[in-house]
């Protein structure tokens, strides 16, 4: 299948199609955004569900007794692959239904819960989350219960609860983050009653043992179809799909990924989850809380990677003290150890807003992603720095020699990925971005993009000109300038009040951006990232905050030890917030962009002189590096033995 080619303008048009447009209930992301601290959206975090909770505890030792007892690590990573017993271990216990409502055979855990043991899992293996998370935090389950008919509830939710491992299939080799592009297509039938689907998916992580999947593919526009990128539930055994490859990567050795194949695949009608052209509509809603599995597996390693820092920092004797004495080290354990905690913080903020279901959280678990991944990454990396030569040698070879197997080196390429996974920082960026400024765009959006003539855009003026009177003037003070304002939360109020000077800055600092750079900001992505990353060190905060407030009261004895933790992961967050405010007053972007165009014409290539390459005469993309169809293999086969019939003398 060729690759659809679209424009810039229309890519942006199709995306914005199929993002949710309004925001029916409450965002504490998004107010923090516009400059409004409105606290009381997160604090008290909701309560539990008690029957839920307590199943989730049985559950959680469960898994826990599991993981320890049954699966070994070690043999995952030098085999690249999960053992099937551990995959029916999975199965017997309901792993692979957590999320599922228990009407349709479910464990119907929390989102909490489901949380962290993603947490667990993904800490005792990388491969492990993502084959339980791919499953069910962006698989089958999660479209059918948003957008599923009740018959397709009940036919399919029961078989991915209990042993039906699915997939996602949506990235193509030349369709990355920009799903205009989607080539796969799914022709309706003449007779009516389905589709026949024709593609190659790539990337699709459970696709190589999946059983059930969904699909998304370009439904051509025709008489009685819409048409449009559609999402499709297909048996995987279904003739005409083949897996072309399983493919391998330098962490999250055991994932099942592949590439696959669809040839002329029949899928009924009734396999079509929503309408035909709700597909990226689907695959977005999904992940508004399907991603929650990333930041969850993050925090686990960052509280995992605490452990391994205090006991290397404190066992670990040079120059007649343990290592963690000496300052340098010191600061890198401090900072594994105050993330650990924020992060923890934030994936269980969210995870709760999630189960309560009283606020939109569309930012708030993209923040919780970005900001997952990235201080994940981060973590990871110091604390294989702390280590030393035992952070990078592998835990096979640390047993072989005779000490403790400790995987550090594994941890960090295996964390590398959620960098990338489910929308990489830099889409994260700019779909972050998109939510924050919604209320500008309603507001002025025509005025700054329009192409109206200059009676329609005073028009415009004027309706935007009431609404910033009003709202400009009230970020120019508030409770962040009493210094006795959230005294409540006593150390930690200090840290509030940052949130609330700071998040009228960043509104301010959003609205100077928009009049400086007009319809140009989209296309200015190192001030739209740090704009981003200014809002996601304050909605840490934030959430940190009322993590530790639950926290204190949950566990008074530990009250002081809380303090400390939260106190200094929100000085390390406020001084990240600063440092990308001085960056959006002073740096190299321009000098940056003109040089690297430059690279692109090839005026710097005398840089790569000196060194070999391989296949340097091919092309990084093309059908060079394509598997054939097997509808291409068979046509030449039979063109390899016509052609030795014709060389043959008695031709």
Known sequence: MSTTQPTSAESRKFAEEARETEWKLPSFGKELYLGNFDFDLIHPLPADDAEKAAKGEVFLAKLKTFLETKVDALEIERDAKIPEDVIDGFKDMGAFGMKVPTKYGGLGLSQVDYNRALAMVGTWHGSLGALLSAHQSIGVAEPLMLFGSEEQKQKWLPKVAKDHISAFLLTEPDVGSDPARVAAAAVPTEDGTGYRITGRKLWATNGAIADIVVIMARVPKSDGHRGGVSAFVLEYDSEGVTVEHRNAFMGLRGIENSVTLLEDVFVPKENLIGKEGQGLKIALSTLNTGRLALPAICAGTAKWAARISREFASERVQWGKPVGEHDPVAQKVAFINATAFGLEALVDVTGRLADAKRSDIRIEAAVAKLVGSELGWQVTDELVQIRGGRGYETAESLLARGERPVPVERALRDMRINRIFEGSTEIMHL???????????????????????????????????????????????????????FDEFGALATHLRFVERNSRKLARTTFYAMGRYGAKLESKGAVLGRIVDIGAELFSISATVAYAEAQKKQHPERAREIDELAGLFCLQARRRAKDLFAQLRANEDDANYALAQKVLTGRYSFVEEGIPYNDTDKPLFGAEYRQPTAAAKKNAQQDAVQADAAKSPTA
Request: glycine share 14%.
């Open 431 to 485: 779909q972050i971005a998109r939510e924050a400024v919604d209320q500008h765009l309603q507001i002025a959006g025509e005025l700054i993009e329009g192409d109206g003539g200059l009676s329609e855009k005073a028009k415009l003026a004027v309706g935007a000109g009431k609404f910033y009177a009003k709202w400009f003037p009230n970020l120019t003070h508030g409770e962040g300038q009493n210094p006795r304002s």
